[in-house]
């Protein structure tokens, strides 16, 4: 067997088969230089573990108890021009979709008639676009694992 | 804290009693993302300020939270992905290539020196190896050996394979072993750990 590289590691953590764990437990009985990395390996989790990272400053659970749910990323970085006309062609996009609409969908519809208005109270600034945008742009955030 | 999450109120509940719970599970797991937020960052202030955005994009999609999974990994891979952005944004490249085993670009004056290393001040130089890893094979190695994930979880709060954990991993570990080789050594020898 040659040099079994990161199943050390996992050797090293239990996290290898039954079968993967013979063949490692029988290539370090004749390699010296894996064995040597084995030790290194394991003392190096025990450094690691052993390291205390200091305390959260106190006053940062206060604040994360009063968070608020965090707006759309902002999306547009460029200049006035650059927003007013990314505003003007989403906009367009809007006015499509909500004829492309199935019957029925009075309240989306609602809910992107309110984004287009706050979009268009205030397109240079990122709360308007974002809001608007968050329309029709996917989430970022994804569901559980 | 390792409990697993409790119920979510019922549809209609409305959503004061979400927010509750939300609130409730912070309250649980903010020091487990606080620290995995430092050992990202290498920065109590960027820590902080990490751990408040995950909590805010949290919130956000809160809605989507399954009852029954486990909230402190939900949490740490939306913790996960707001470090990534960031780090993209900030294009910080102050990492060392991982076949530099020398460690040299580490040193300073008491860098080697495992006569200073008594436990309590251990943490700069893990800290500072750490930093010195590139983010995704650092993010491995706080998951599995500082927070104490199997691969499976790491996977999951790192969106990649556990074989891909695995490697990365070894990877981040063989570089770590040469750059805190001093303590390694001490650790080996009974004086450390």
Known sequence: ?145 | MEAEAGSLPSQGAGTQDARAEFGRLVEAYWRSAYRFAYRLTGNPEEAADLVQEAAEEALRAFSRFRPGTRFDRWWLRILYNSFVDRTRRQRRQSHLPLDDLSGKLLATESWADPEAALEEQLDGPVQRALNALPPEFRAAVILVDLEGLSYEDAARVLRCPPGTVRSRLHRGRLALREWLRAYVDAVRRGELG
């Open chain 1, 1 to 145: 067997m040659r040099h079994p590289q990161d199943l050390l590691s996992g050797y090293v953590d239990g996290a290898l088969s039954a079968h993967e764990a013979a063949e490692v437990a029988a290539h370090l009985a004749e390699c010296p230089a894996c064995r040597e990395t084995v030790s290194d390996l394991r003392a190096l989790r025990r450094l690691l573990a052993a390291a205390k990272p200091p305390d959260p400053d106190p006053q940062l659970l206060p604040r994360l108890l009063r968070t608020d749910p965090r707006p759309p990323r902002p999306l547009l970085h460029g200049g006035r021009w650059l927003a007013v006309a990314g505003a003007t062609a989403l906009l367009a996009v809007a006015s499509a979709r909500v004829s492309h609409l199935p019957p029925g969908s009075g309240g989306a519809v609602r809910e992107l008639r309110e984004h287009a208005r706050l979009a268009t109270h205030t397109p240079l600034r990122d709360v308007g676009l974002a809001s608007f945008l968050s329309a029709f742009l996917p989430d970022p955030v994804e569901d559980n694992p």
